[in-house]
């Protein structure tokens, strides 16, 4: 069980800017032992996992009693998960110039398409199958573009920096 000094430590290190967090971490937990340290790390995964999961069931509950969907419809909603997280970091690394992704692109690091299992089942496929994963940017419905998306679709960079690369990484 985690103790209140280290949940107070954490409080506190995550109200710190991201750049700030790791320097925090170390001053906090430097003189743990190493079995301290993965208990610690085994709580924080805990709670990760338990709050993505209490995140899910409070849009799954607005959306059917506030939004009037059927539950069944909400299962087709892309959704982030802390699995498609992990995920997404690892992704994220597959297109190292981050600079020229579009800001919701599949492949920078926390974007929602980045956390959705969906979307990176989806671009899995493109690979696969050696198809081309398309920039989502403006485009209604990929699955059935309109003649306006067509004009606009072209592929993603995140996608293409992948395939380029794909027998470096």
Known sequence: MIN????L?????????????LQAIKNSFGDKSHDELLGLLGNVLNIAVNYAQSCDETL???MVTNGGMHPYSIEKLISPSFHGALNGLIL????PNQEVLCESCAYRCGTLANHC??????LAHALE????????KDIENLDCPTSEDKKRMKPCKGWAQHVKNKGDL
């Open 60 to 62: 799954y509950l607005h």
């Open 117 to 122: 299992l969906t979307t990176q089942s989806d």
């Open 4 to 7: 209140n000094t280290s949940i």
């Open 92 to 95: 994220s690394q597959k297109a």
């Open 129 to 136: 199958s050696d198809a081309v994963f398309y920039c989502h």
């Open 9 to 21: 430590a954490l409080t506190d290190i995550i109200q710190l800017p991201e750049a700030e967090r």
